[in-house]
């Protein structure tokens, strides 16, 4: 079946600049979970999603970052006011368990800040 | 702080050899364990999950679960070059979310022809 997908796959933006990055998880998936991954790191926790409800956005680097599931399925990730240490790869994971345990990663989004 | 430490390599080896691949994580009441794979400017790829203690075979791949010692490691048997990427062990985090995973910064395989 599909797997998780994400929108853009690559995006530039001039800091200062809002940007939105979607996410469409596996169908049917109750766990979402963004993550930011660095160059030659591994992904780090942003924030998590139980069907609609926002469960824990402790890894949210500032309040200019804001995520939405609003009907339980597609997320999105917003970036306010783009800062150059905003640059990573931002990815989406899903799972069929409330407690996330399997997760799917889409191909993410290479968000570049200039 | 919560977590989970590899070597980051490179570790090279020979076609057809065993790659041994290994994590240490800090908190003791982690649960879950999981090997996936990144391919250069991929995403990570789900291999393996582990839950109790001992070994986990699939395929070509075994992992290997110690609590006691918190401890999981990653075998790779008839190692083929098309293995080569960078392997991130994750460790559920029940303590904090729902279960989100906290990630080694994972280690780069190369097999050589």
């Given at each position: 079946g599909a797997g998780v997908s994400q929108s853009p796959r690559y995006k530039v933006a001039k800091r200062g600049q809002d940007v939105a990055l979607r996410c469409d998880p596996i169908s049917g998936h109750v766990s979402l979970f963004w993550y930011q991954q660095a160059l030659g790191q591994g992904p780090e926790f942003l924030t998590y999603f139980q069907n609609e409800a926002q469960l824990d956005k402790s890894g949210l680097p500032s309040d200019r970052f804001f995520a939405e599931r609003p009907?339980?399925?597609?997320?999105?990730?917003?970036?306010?006011?783009?800062?150059?240490?905003?640059?990573?790869?931002?990815?989406?994971?899903?799972?069929?368990?409330?407690?996330?345990?399997?997760?799917?990663?889409?191909?993410?989004?290479?968000l570049t800040v200039t | 702080q919560k977590e989970v430490e590899q070597n980051s390599g490179p570790l090279s080896v020979p076609e057809g050899a065993i790659a041994s691949l290994n994590c240490t994580y800090s908190d003791r009441g982690s649960q879950s364990f999981f090997w996936y794979r990144q391919y250069s400017g991929k995403s990570p790829e789900l291999i393996m999950s582990i839950y109790s203690n001992g070994d986990k075979e699939d395929g070509r791949f075994t992992a290997q679960l110690n609590k006691a010692s918190q401890y999981v490691s990653l075998l790779i048997r008839d190692s083929q070059p098309s293995d080569s990427a960078t392997y991130l062990c994750a460790v559920n985090d029940y303590g904090g979310s729902q279960g989100n995973l906290i990630f080694g910064k994972g280690t780069k395989l190369s097999v050589k022809p």
């Open positions: 009907e339980g399925s597609v997320s999105t990730l917003k970036i306010q006011r783009t800062q150059q240490e905003d640059s990573a790869v931002y990815l989406c994971a899903s799972s069929p368990r409330i407690y996330g345990n399997e997760q799917y990663f889409g191909p993410g989004t290479r | -």
